[in-house]
């Protein structure tokens, strides 16, 4: 006999701790994925219950209420109202952060007049002893009727009590739900209710006012159902926002006396910690100033730290490789893996010490509650480029990866400050081109000290505000071409401030470094194999003549030996399949300085901007005893027919602009893809991208060559 | 009589209560985020580069944009 697998969805307001919970309760056993139709992150992990049952934990998106405000919240609560939800629980844990009582019973009153069994983690006991504010949580189960257990999701106190209430949750004998229900129905309601029941499968009264409330936004119903319902609400004059008013103000009328009985405060009005780091940080001058200061240090620490481990990455891979040529036979095989698979995943791996400093800085300031105070700081001047106070976080999350970033705008209710934030977002500086500003970098500039910075840093920062400046130029294009009349409001809560919860850190870190190293990093490998076959294969006749004319040319020549193989090994390249592919293209970026081995970068970087750097290396060092120089040695070697350097300094230039402004990435097109649902934004995104890198490249090539 | 004064006529670090909402959109957010007819506020900062309002509600912090603040009317002080 086998059961259907029970959900329990994991639901609270923002910033209750429902993130530290989920980890508690879950550990490592998640599963990140997105909800069906949308990139809204899903996390979800399972469990095994005291009575061996196993049960799927959901992580839905914190709201405040039924009454969505943006993509995500509606997320949430669609899988409560639609029955046919893949993730319509059969039971809920509700996370409640008891220093806000009050307001988060808003949700848990609507959730319970939904008629789901609800457990409720009562969290944040702690800050609630130091503000002196008590909760008698017995009197409060049994004023409410639900059961309320104190946890603490940071140090995990509580979660076993509440693990071992799970199965007598899941159970039929319905504990957990209430038979009456908070919110007493006008009469005009209970009329459209029951309409609404007769045509819809509906839980309750409640369940069916809210599918009429939510009329013209619902999408999971068919066509004809939607009309149905639609032309009920509109026969019976149904008003979803004075309806939607008239039930919160019932709702807090019935549980604000309750709260009065359970809690004792003493609200004294000193000033609390938030208000002291809020009188400096959201400081009408300290503020911005800090906020710059902060993003500089981003800049030094993705800059300056992660040098040590990658190049100490790169040497022992490196090393791997040359002491496998010397000691494996030289076939086709030992040369995939050494040529091919070992710098391929040396690519991948380099990466991660960038990718873990930068994420551990940003969810940092996540954590802590610096976000938000940034958010509202720059939400005036972001309104000016037509983007959304919110957009800051996806403009900074860009210098990460723009993928996550352009995902993260799923909070801006708007969609034309959405669509502008993911339209500008990847022209931030992300993570990918760091590696190739990298090795680009020393040909622009000598590295040397100008007081505490140094200056290839000062020239990465450069090319980051050169990348945050068209970001908004090119939003302020938009927001003059697009056109909208939807709601746009900023009405944010700032956290107060916390101490970070390193276990929360944690699991995000390991989450985002993972889905990079299995995600981007299966797609920079693959294009790092197909990149050494093309590179090393070509037609049989015009290799084998490649070989000859080498021959012959090192014999007129008289050259040594070596001189004659580096001669054949350049030769048979060129007449390779990737040799072709860069040829082809030559002719268009040659205006830009780029010569045909570049081009075959830009192809294959497409898959991701970091693939330049291994393909400039693949490409110099096949054939050559090379793979323990490093790359930007064999790049000053490389000398073109006529001898003269490939790489100058223009040519560095143009290139590293190129990169700056050009939409390189597949991954991130897909995304928007996702994201907008129609294909005519990514197109718009890379012909826009990738225009403006040509003409830039181009002019800069030209005066500076 | 003056019209009620709202959130953007506040003195940093003054204190009100509210009053009414006069935007019903701005009323359900904000009631859901706890901040209700009769919660007594005060204004904390206003942002640096202008356009928004930053406000605590007992033990709770808020920021709203100018157009946001002039909906929430404050009660008279008696």
Redo the contacts between chains.
């Keep these: 006999m086998s059961e259907a697998l029970q959900k329990i969805a994991l639901l609270g307001n923002p910033n209750a701790g429902k993130s530290s919970l989920f980890n508690q309760l879950t550990g490592l056993r998640q599963k990140v994925g997105n909800f069906p139709g949308v990139t809204v992150e899903r996390k979800s992990g399972f469990i095994k219950l005291d009575d061996k049952r196993e049960v799927e934990i959901i992580d839905l998106p914190g709201t ?2 039924l ?1 969505p ?1 943006s993509l995500d919240e509606r997320i949430a609560v669609n899988a409560l109202i639609d029955v046919n939800n893949k993730d319509y629980p059969d039971a809920i844990i509700y996370i409640l952060d008891v ?2 009582l ?2 988060h019973l ?2 848990l009153t609507q959730i319970v007049d939904l008629g789901f069994p609800v457990l409720v983690a009562l969290n944040m006991n702690d800050i609630a002893a130091q ?1 002196n504010i008590q909760c008698d949580e017995k009197k409060l189960s049994e004023a409410l009727g639900i059961e309320f257990i104190k946890i603490n999701g940071r140090t995990g106190e509580g979660i076993d009590i509440i693990k071992s209430k799970l199965p007598q949750l899941l159970s039929d004998n319905k504990t957990g739900v209430r038979t009456s229900s908070f919110y007493e129905l006008a009469v005009d309601e209970k009329n459209i209710a029951a309409k609404v029941g007769a045509l819809l499968p509906v839980k309750n009264e409640y369940h069916a006012l809210l599918l009429a409330h939510h009329s013209k936004k619902i999408n999971f119903l068919k066509e004809d159902k939607k009309q149905q319902l639609l032309g009920i609400v509109q026969q019976n004059n149904f008003n979803p ?2 309806n ?2 008239d039930e ?2 019932q709702r ?1 009328n019935k549980f604000t006396p309750i709260v009065n009985t359970v809690l004792s405060r003493s ?1 004294n009005n000193a000033r ?1 910690l ?2 002291k780091i ?1 009188f400096v940080i ?4 300290f ?2 100033l800090i906020f710059f200061a902060l993003m500089l240090f981003i800049f030094q620490a993705i800059f300056a730290w992660s040098v040590i481990p990658m190049d100490w990455i790169d040497q022992q891979f490196a090393n791997l490789a040359t002491y496998l040529q010397t000691v494996l036979p030289n076939t086709i095989l030992s040369r995939l893996l050494t040529e091919g698979l070992i710098p391929g995943i040396s690519g991948v791996m380099v990466f991660v010490p960038q990718i873990t400093i930068l994420f551990l800085l940003i969810t940092l300031l996540e954590e802590v509650g610096y976000m ?1 105070r940034a ?7 972001m ?1 000016k480029f037509g983007l959304n ?1 919110r957009s800051i976080v996806a403009l900074i999350s860009g210098g990460a990866c723009a993928i996550p970033a352009i995902m993260s705008t799923r909070t801006i209710s708007n969609w034309k400050e959405r669509l502008i934030t993911i339209m500008v977002t990847p022209l931030i500086s992300c993570s990918a081109r760091i590696p190739v500003f990298a090795v680009l970098i020393g040909f622009i500039i000598p590295s040397f000290k100008i007081g505490p910075f140094n200056s290839q840093g000062l020239v990465f920062m450069v090319l980051y505000l050169i990348g945050i400046t068209a970001a908004l130029i090119a939003s302020y294009v938009f927001k003059k071409i697009l056109k909208s009349e939807e ?1 746009s ?8 401030y916390r101490k970070p919860h390193w276990k929360n850190v944690f699991y995000t870190l390991y989450e985002k470094v993972s889905s990079f190293m299995f995600g981007a990093g299966k797609i920079i490998l693959m294009v790092s194999l197909v990149l050494w076959f093309l590179a090393s294969f070509g037609p049989k006749k015009a290799m084998q003549e490649a070989v000859n004319v080498a021959t012959i040319e090192s014999s007129l020549l008289h050259a040594d030996k070596q001189t004659t193989e580096l001669l054949i090994a350049s030769k048979k390249l060129e007449a390779s399949y990737a040799g072709y592919a860069g040829r082809l293209i030559e002719p268009v970026i040659k205006p830009l300085g780029f010569d045909w081995k570049i081009g075959i970068a830009l192809i294959t970087s497409f898959a991701a901007r970091e693939v330049f750097v291994g393909t400039i290396s693949t490409l110099y060092s096949i054939g050559k005893n090379a793979d323990n120089m490093t790359i930007k040695q064999k790049l000053q070697q490389e000398k073109n027919a006529e001898g003269k350097s490939v790489f100058t300094m223009a040519v560095a230039l143009s290139l590293v602009l190129f990169y700056l402004f050009a939409m390189q990435c597949m991954s991130t097109l897909a995304t928007v893809y996702r994201e907008t649902k129609s294909w005519k934004w990514p197109m718009i995104q890379f012909a826009y991208m990738t225009g403006t890198a040509y003409i830039v490249s181009f002019v800069v090539y030209q005066i500076f060559k | 009589m003056s019209s009620p004064k709202n959130i953007t006529e506040l003195q940093i670090g003054e204190n009100a209560v509210i009053g009414e909402f006069s935007n ?11 901040l ?1 007819p009769g919660s007594s506020i005060s204004l ?9 309002y ?1 406000i ?1 509600a ?8 100018s157009n ?1 603040a002039l909906s929430v009317l404050l009660s008279p002080v008696l």
């Design positions: 405040y209420s009454y405000t220093t806000h009050e307001r808003l949700l503000q926002i004075n939607q008013l919160i103000m807090y609200f609390t938030t208000d809020d959201t400081h009408k001058f503020g911005p938000a958010v509202y700081m720059f939400d005036n001047i309104q106070g709601f409001f900023l009405m944010l809560e700032l956290p107060e | 019903c959109h701005v009323a359900c957010k904000l009631m859901a985020m706890g209700l904390m900062r206003k942002a640096p580069f202008g356009g928004a930053y605590k007992k033990n709770h912090y808020v920021a709203l944009r946001e």
